[in-house]
């Protein structure tokens, strides 16, 4: 199959923005609760009303000082409250927010500020202060600075107040749905960032068709008000459209600016979401935190027996959904039905105990995550999207989910492969281009369609797989093209390994660099009695080494034996966001990692490697 298109659901609105619909909220519905906000520790909530109000308030605070119909206003924050009520108050006046991620550099905010021409900028601390500091010379058209721990909400407030409400509406009532709504800039793993100009119509196409679709997230039934506690970086297009649909679809919403687990945890317990929309990372490290804790407790076989029993019970569902298959037997589901009261119960109740749907995007989830999970009671819909088709693109349908693709398109859109497998959308999402780029946007858009630049195949259901990007095809020195994607996830499914990156370009043979999860590999000390190691040391110990091998030759099963891991390297620290090394979306920036770690690359092809 070559294309498929998935016929639209809900036609996007012929008036209005994003605004309206929080106005409209509080009006059929003023004490439903709209969101969860962390206060001294504590949930509290926050009703339809009275987030109508507040950003009414800051709407007239920022008109008081001088925000206009068509400005752009920089965030540079984590994921909190107070970003959720900037975005909603400046499309209210007709305002266009710029996210930009807490993590970036002087460089890199200059840069965002000084192309959009941006008028105001939100930080969330003294750090982010300082970054601007450092580059606010060159910044001519930025009037406005406020600092949300210094009382940003509250001075624009108090500022507001001899702003009537009434001018408000007429900035609301001016927005249309082809306005400009946001410019986010992409966290692309090659090159400079580049500013996606995306529409009030663009998230109202996707939102309201991810609504209309995926109704099990979204009305969970029995009376059960939907809501999520968001996580991802609402810098990044994923965590802006839950946003956007947490509230068109009259969700319950709470922040969480900590992706650890540390912090997570404590949080699903609290707020106890009814769906989660994550990363794949996040799923991964939850099935890797409940099977430590298993083996803490002296309950290991008994963790993987029933990791195997869910894996085979989803199997057996996937089969019947797609009429290949009678469904579990009836030994298979006594088993589950075992292991549900004796380890799944847990591994929901680590996610809050309520959730039953999730939704995965940002990058490939390993097939066996996703099984293991909807064996578990809790069912993944991954999904594949861009900035620049706004989030989401295709997804795994309700009832239908096939594990280890991302799914058919979204209503509205359609997928169509060209000759070399490249993947190429077409809808209601697809951005309008790159700001101030407009030869990248004619290579980006052609004839309508956008050019992804990711490589896939389409099943004969119409659900695609991803399978790499036309830009990170390793030709070795024979001349053999690989993907590399294929082996890095496999590496990536050991438990005590974090990371993967496969090179060979030019070179005579694969070769990998892998890091190590932190938490797995101190507990994987601590249950063979071994004190704490250094870095250093760490990837020096023989037996861990063993296990990261035994990692790699699983993968190797996987290809050719030109195209396996002829040897790896093991570093001692992982590829963070903080060192420009992975994007928020935890992908690899390839680029950037092999000139981080050139003379280890070096290394591998200047002997037999064996990963020392």
């Not at 004619?442 to 399978?467: F, K, M, P, S």
């Not at 190691?533 to 190797?556: F, I, T, W």
Request: net charge neutral; with cysteine; charged share 25%.
């Amino acid at each position: 199959m070559r294309e498929i298109t998935e016929p639209v659901l809900v036609t996007t609105p012929q008036v209005g923005g994003l605004a309206d619909t929080l106005f409209e909220n509080a009006v059929k519905r003023p004490d439903t609760v709209q969101f969860g906000r962390k206060l001294d520790g504590r949930w509290a909530d926050v009703t339809t009303a009275e987030f109508r109000d507040q950003v009414m308030a800051l709407a007239r605070g920022l008109l008081a000082q001088g925000v206009r119909f068509g400005d752009r206003v920089a965030i540079m924050s984590r994921t909190r409250y107070e970003w959720t009520l900037f975005d909603f108050a400046l499309w209210t006046i007709g305002a266009q927010p710029v996210p930009v991620y807490p993590t970036s550099s002087s460089e890199q905010l200059g840069w965002i500020l000084q192309e959009t021409a941006a008028v105001g900028c939100v930080l969330e601390h003294d750090g982010h202060a300082m970054t601007l500091g450092s580059v606010v010379d060159g910044l001519p058209e930025l009037a406005r600075v406020w600092q949300l721990d210094a009382g940003a909400v509250e001075q624009l407030t108090a500022d507001g107040e001899r702003i009537g409400e009434e001018v408000v509406h007429r900035h609301r009532l001016a927005v249309t749905p082809d306005a400009v709504a946001t410019v986010i800039y992409t966290s692309g793993t090659t090159g400079r960032p580049r500013g996606c100009v995306l529409t009030h119509s663009n998230f109202m196409a996707e939102c309201d068709n991810l609504i209309a679709r995926w109704r099990p997230i979204f009305e969970p039934g029995g009376g059960e008000q939907p809501s999520t506690l968001l996580f991802l970086p609402l810098a990044h297009v994923f965590g802006r459209m839950v946003e956007v649909a947490a509230i068109r679809a009259g969700g319950r919403l709470g922040h969480q600016p900590d992706m650890s687990a540390e912090a997570l945890l404590p949080d699903f317990a609290a707020f106890r979401p009814t769906f989660v929309l994550a990363v794949p990372y996040v799923f991964e490290k939850i099935f890797k935190a409940a099977r430590r804790k298993a083996q803490q407790a002296g309950n290991l076989t008994v963790f993987d027996q029933a990791a195997e029993v869910a894996v085979r019970f989803a199997e057996a569902c996937e089969r019947r959904a797609f009429g290949t298959g009678p469904g579990p037997t009836a030994a298979l589901r006594v088993q589950h039905r075992f292991f549900d009261a004796l380890v799944y119960r847990k591994v929901r109740q680590a996610m809050g105990g309520k959730v039953q749907n999730a939704v995965s995007g940002g990058s490939t989830m390993g097939r066996r995550v996703g099984l293991f999970f909807d064996g578990a009671g809790v069912t993944i819909y991954e999904g594949y999207g861009l900035t620049e088709s706004t989030a989401a693109a295709t997804a795994n349908p309700p009832g239908r989910v096939r594990f280890g693709t991302v799914g058919r398109p979204v209503p509205g859109t359609t997928v169509h492969l060209t000759d070399d497998g490249e993947i190429i959308l077409r809808g209601g999402t697809v951005f309008s281009g790159y700001l101030g780029d407009a030869e990248g946007t004619a290579e980006a858009l052609q004839d309508g369609w956008l050019r992804t630049g990711d490589l896939g195949v389409l099943d004969d259901d119409g659900y695609l797989t991803i399978t790499g990007r036309k830009k990170e095809i390793i030709v070795t020195a024979s001349g053999k093209n690989l993907l590399p994607a294929i082996l890095e996830q496999r590496v990536q499914d050991h438990p005590l390994i974090e990371q993967c990156l496969v090179v060979g370009n030019d070179r005579p043979y694969v070769a990998a660099l892998v890091t190590l999860d932190p938490d797995a590999t101190a507990h994987w000390l601590a249950m063979r009695g071994k004190p704490p190691l250094g870095p250093q040391d760490l990837v020096r110990d023989a037996a861990l080494h063993a296990e990261v091998r035994r990692a790699v030759s699983a993968a190797n099963t996987l290809v050719s034996k030109a195209e396996s891991i002829r040897t790896f390297r093991i570093v001692p620290t992982p590829f963070t966001e903080e060192r420009g090394l992975v994007t928020p979306s935890r992908k690899l920036r390839r680029r950037a990692i092999e000139d981080a770690y050139a003379k280890e690359i070096e290394a591998l092809y200047g002997g037999d490697g064996d990963g020392w």
